[in-house]
């Protein structure tokens, strides 16, 4: 398949459609949910199943090589900052997993430069990057040169 | 076709393509162009796109300055010894001295950065090997699943404005001076539209390129490939169209990963300590290395001092071996999987390395009933990947640092990540020469391009810039011509997808792949190839470009699929050239010249360049010297 949607849990959003990389989640016309229009450009990647609100979407493994029979189901709770994870073995047997997906609440620590100072004349026209050279080593000690580093670039060779 | 025309002008820094590269230029470029316009325009939707939309279980590249563990300079040694002596050295420094800014970027956002509970405890002097959670010497782990959401929003905060869902098929060129870029076209897979973006520079990170060989994975399955289906080699097919310099494109990339599934091994063989063996049970990879050093000389593998000198074996070398092992009858070859799966902590690693970065694996496990603490899974060697920002570094040739490579002229041209043509950077995937970036350095990558971009219009380059009507009118022509050719040609016929005036995507794609495959040297033919086969495949690729001239697209979702077929097409013809002209096997285990089997390091401890002639469509190859920076001394 190797996504695809229960018809009875769909409400056509079209949150998966917005999401998915390889443009292949598309609401079908006639029955105005969503569809995977080409299972061979899917990747599992799971970011259409993650983002649809009524888990409508699920994972049935590669024909070529996957009998049927299992199944990975996920809950991602931005609010929460978790990731919950269920396999199911063809046999029955089950697995679960829960891990982090991040420390902070969302859109709370990323800075907006325009905020910022202005970086200086000097920072401008030397090789660095933004915060540097703290946010390198998180002490005084300045970027990596090759005099700081006893390195010199040794001819090169034209055959 | 009645699409609406869209024009952004009055660009300054234009991000095609938001990865891991792309966000990174979005965000610096603010940082150093407070004033300046920054627009992002992107195929998917950069929340979830690139090789990372999974997730990533690891950051493979962090120096760890902060706690002593590493140098620049002893990431350019791995580096360099894993590529059997070919990278930049300028640009691996360069990108190694401040891709650990990036990282504490990452934590500072909310990216979960393991701990090592060890470590953690110790006393702020006392850290040694530092508190992050180490893979490898080069790895940390994270809960990764995120990552890219994270980056993303860093560069949403921080761009004038996002388009996402546009597919970039061209770069604009200045009309008004010669070999200067000015913006890029393309268009929005949802509406249809034509958008137009003029620019004074542009930081190309649209991806590597997979599919362009045959997938192992067939039918329904073919989108199970290692590296994304979506990364269709946007990056090189810009860039080449646009008669930028590339190096390293002969260096295509061939992974040992879990069978059908190719989830990473890196995890497992680091941190799980598993290892592999053949059917029969038999440690099999040394033995083949005493025949392999006699290929490849001492200096790449010391058969005798290996474990003495602690040197990376380059992992192309340890992919012979796998291929020769299987060749000779002893396959499949296994990870040792159920001793490390005993321990509880180990097994959760194990399968969460999964579950944050390849999925697909999990799913097939789950489908076949193998539980790696009872079964040992089986491995493979996928198919050939082309890309710059992994253990390969193909890609455009760019300019280093002033303070690095100011004296080679070979290596600077004014503005670092600088491609031969003006005004245009490179970042990830698409700069050459700088393997062993992975996300981090991909992101550091895409910082140092927007620097420079903002340096490059400070400066006064992109003065004047002129962009002609007859250039957007042509490209828009050009863009939608797959429509028209499929709206006459399906009148001919009653229906279905056979039809004698054109082709559509998926069967092009399919010729391309099978063409590379057998000519180029992939899978079926055991990554084989000479100089005979080389030159079929360049006047079978000839043919094939002249039928995508006749591409059919029924809709705009097809549209897509043809443009993302000719940039894997012209990145395909590039390789094609590059592995023809380096006659030497460099990297047995990607590739295999059976014409001139012997790495030839008298002739060939060189970097290759192409150039694409803009008007004639033929390439100009080179050798370029080979500077090293640092001594062979391993620390
Ligand atoms: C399965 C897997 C595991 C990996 N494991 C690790 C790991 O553990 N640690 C690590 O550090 N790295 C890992 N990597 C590598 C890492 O993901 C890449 O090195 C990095 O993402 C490359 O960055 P990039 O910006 O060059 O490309 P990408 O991140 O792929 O970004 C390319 C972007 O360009 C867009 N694009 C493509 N074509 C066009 C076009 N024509 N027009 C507009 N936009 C376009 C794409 O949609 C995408 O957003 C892994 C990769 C994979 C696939
Ligand atoms: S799993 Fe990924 S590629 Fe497949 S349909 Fe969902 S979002 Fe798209
Ligand atoms: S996200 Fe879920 S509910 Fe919404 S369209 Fe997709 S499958 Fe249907």
Redesign the pocket.
């Given at each position: 398949m190797p996504t695809f949607v229960y018809m009875t849990r769909c409400d056509g959003c079209g949150h998966c459609v917005d999401i998915c990389?390889s443009d292949i989640m598309h609401i079908d016309k006639k029955y105005r949910r969503a569809l995977n229009i080409e299972p061979n450009m899917c990747w599992e990647c799971y970011s259409c199943v993650k983002a649809c609100p009524h888990q409508a979407i699920d994972v049935r493994g590669y024909a070529d090589f996957a009998p049927l029979g299992h199944s990975v189901r996920v809950i991602r709770d931005e609010e929460k900052g978790t990731i919950a994870w269920k396999i199911k073995f063809r046999d029955g047997r089950e697995k679960n997993f829960l891990s982090p997906i991040t420390t902070k609440p969302w859109g709370s620590t990323i800075p907006d430069f325009r905020n910022e100072a202005e970086p200086t004349a000097e920072a401008r026209n030397s090789e660095l990057l933004a915060f540097e050279p703290e946010s390198i080593r998180l002490d005084d000690g300045g970027l990596h040169t090759l005099e700081s580093n006893n390195l010199e670039l040794i001819e090169g060779v034209y055959y | 076709m009645s699409y609406k025309t869209i024009i952004e002008d009055n660009i300054d820094i234009l991000v095609?393509?938001?990865?891991?590269?792309?966000t990174g230029a979005a965000y610096e470029a603010r940082h150093w162009g407070r004033d300046k316009k920054v627009i992002i325009?992107?195929?998917?939707n950069?929340d979830r796109?690139?090789?990372?939309a999974q997730g990533?279980?690891?950051?493979?590249?962090y120096m760890g300055t902060r706690w002593g563990e590493n140098n620049p300079e002893d990431h350019v040694r791995y580096a360099r010894m894993d590529l059997m002596g070919m990278v930049r050295e300028d640009l691996a420094f360069d990108m190694a001295r401040h891709v650990d800014s990036a990282v504490h970027k990452f934590e500072e956002w909310g990216l979960p950065l393991m701990k090592d509970p060890k470590r953690a405890e110790l006393p702020e002097g006392d850290l040694g090997k530092g508190a992050y959670m180490r893979e490898g010497r080069w790895q940390i782990m994270i809960h990764g699943e995120s990552y890219k959401p994270i980056v993303a929003e860093a560069a949403k905060v921080n761009a004038d404005k996002t388009f996402n869902r546009?597919?970039?098929t061209h770069l604009l060129m200045d009309d008004a001076q010669d070999n200067r870029v000015a913006g890029a076209v393309?268009f929005n897979v949802r509406t249809g539209n034509y958008h137009v973006f003029k620019s004074k520079t542009v930081v190309v990170?649209?991806?590597?390129a997979s599919n362009i060989f045959k997938p192992r994975s067939v039918g329904e399955g073919a989108g199970r490939v290692?590296?994304?289906p979506?990364?269709?080699g946007?990056?090189y097919g810009l860039l080449i169209e646009a008669g930028a310099k590339m190096t390293q494109m002969e260096n295509r990339i061939v992974l040992a990963r879990f069978k059908d599934g190719y989830g990473?091994v890196?995890a497992y063989f680091l941190h799980l300590k598993t290892y592999t063996q053949n059917a029969y049970g038999d440690e099999y990879e040394s033995k083949w290395f005493p025949e392999l050093a006699e290929r490849v000389g001492k200096a790449y593998l010391d058969t005798e001092n290996q474990h003495f000198s602690h040197k990376p074996i380059p992992t192309c070398l340890r992919n012979h071996a796998f291929i020769s092992e299987v060749a000779a009858g002893r396959g499949p070859i296994h990870m040792v999987t159920v001793e490390a799966f005993q321990d509880p902590h180990l097994e959760e690693v194990g399968w969460e390395n999964f579950l944050g970065?390849?999925v697909g694996q999990a799913v097939l496990w789950a489908a076949t009933d193998i539980d790696p603490k009872y079964i040992n899974p089986e491995l493979t060697t996928s198919e050939p990947y082309v890309m710059g920002?992994?253990a390969t570094g193909c890609g455009a040739w760019c300019s280093g640092p002033e303070d690095i490579s100011g004296k080679i002229p070979e290596y600077f041209w004014g503005y670092n990540r600088m491609t031969t043509v003006d005004g245009l950077f490179g970042?990830?995937?698409?700069v050459g020469g700088t393997p062993h970036?992975?996300?981090?350095g991909?992101f550091t990558e895409g910082r140092l391009s927007a620097k420079a971009a903002c340096k490059y219009i400070d400066d006064g380059k992109a003065e004047g810039i002129n962009v002609s009507q007859k250039q957007i009118d042509d490209r828009k022509e050009q863009i939608f011509k797959p429509l028209e050719t499929y709206t006459v040609g399906r009148n001919e016929i009653v229906g279905g997808t056979v039809s004698p005036s054109y082709i559509l995507p998926f069967p092009g794609l399919q010729r391309l792949q099978k063409l590379m495959d057998e000519y180029a040297g992939g899978v079926t033919v055991q990554y084989m190839t000479n100089d005979k086969l080389l030159n079929m495949g360049l006047h079978k690729l000839k043919i094939l470009e002249e039928d995508l001239e006749k591409v059919g697209a029924e809709d705009i979702h097809q549209l897509l699929r043809a443009w993302e077929l000719k940039?894997r097409h012209r990145t395909s013809e590039c390789v094609v050239h590059h592995t023809l002209f380096r006659e030497e096997t460099r990297w047995p285990g990607y590739y295999y010249r059976g014409d001139k089997m012997k790495l030839d390091d008298e002739n060939w401890h060189v970097l290759t360049t192409s150039q694409r002639d803009r008007s004639t469509g033929e390439y100009k190859m080179e050798k370029q010297p080979l500077y090293h920076l640092v001594g062979d001394a391993e620390k």
């Open positions: 990389p | 095609v393509g938001a990865g891991l590269g792309g325009a992107e195929k998917a950069i796109s690139g090789a990372v990533l279980y690891a950051i493979n590249c546009i597919m970039v393309g990170g649209a991806g590597g290692w590296y994304a979506w990364s269709s946007s990056a990473p890196g970065m390849t920002s992994h970042a990830g995937d698409s970036a992975f996300s981090s991909s940039h």
